[in-house]
């Protein structure tokens, strides 16, 4: 499929569990970005990824970890899940200017 | 510090006039962006605007920036039900995207 797509599009997992979370996108953009959305909060930041093999935190890093073997996947790993990681997860892409998202994956924590 | 304010709701009739306000802190923003967000979906660039512009019109979206007041709004004329989202105001300061602040989000609801 060309585009932006994000699997699973929902999880339930336990407390303590790793989860991980796939983005994958066909138009080769440089830049490749996690947020989380949550009531009252828009959409915060976790990590972005400038190229391959290149990563950064964003405004809220703790308890998540990103990779970027490849330019067109990147994937979230949450390494042991917590409640306060429930949420909606989008993942993002971009080259220039207007950000390109996926419709997102909503992980409930148990 | 980088922030970007929106109110969290409004509410206007079918075929009005919606304004959604934004402020932002950030006066070297130079991007500014409005999104739309559809329920169950992923954000949607709906427009943007440089920061040397005041004015910005696509056919029923006008945006308007007072930098001096570092203000933005969205008015969509002739609102229709198909306009039922939650809509982002966000800022960046260079064309790569590679850091943009989102604000809360506003959700418009269409009432007959």
């Known amino acids: 499929d060309a585009g932006i797509t994000q699997s699973p599009r929902y999880k339930i997992t336990e407390t303590g569990r790793q989860v991980t979370l796939m983005c994958h996108q066909t138009w080769s953009h440089s830049y490749m970005f996690w947020y989380r959305q949550d009531l009252g909060h828009g959409l915060r930041l976790i990590y972005y990824s400038a190229a391959a093999d290149i990563t950064d935190k964003g405004e809220v890093p703790d308890g998540y970890v990103v990779s970027r073997s490849k330019t067109e996947n990147f994937p979230l790993t949450l390494e042991s899940a917590t409640r306060s990681q429930t949420s909606v997860y989008f993942c993002a892409s971009s080259e220039l200017g207007e950000q390109f998202f996926g419709p997102g994956t909503r992980l409930t924590v148990l | 510090g980088e922030d970007v304010e929106q109110s969290l709701f409004l509410s206007v009739r079918e075929g009005d006039s919606s304004v959604i306000n934004c402020t932002y802190t950030d006066s070297s923003s130079t991007y500014l962006y409005w999104y739309k967000q559809e329920p169950g979906a992923g954000l949607q660039l709906l427009t943007y605007?440089?920061?040397?512009?005041d004015m910005k019109q696509d056919q029923r979206l006008t945006v308007l920036l007072n930098k001096k007041d570092k203000h933005l709004s969205l008015r969509i004329a002739d609102t229709q039900t198909g306009d039922s989202a939650i809509y982002f105001c966000a800022e960046s300061k260079d064309s790569s995207a590679s850091k943009i602040i989102f604000g809360s989000g506003t959700r418009l609801s269409i009432r007959p």
């Open positions: 605007i440089f920061s040397n512009m």
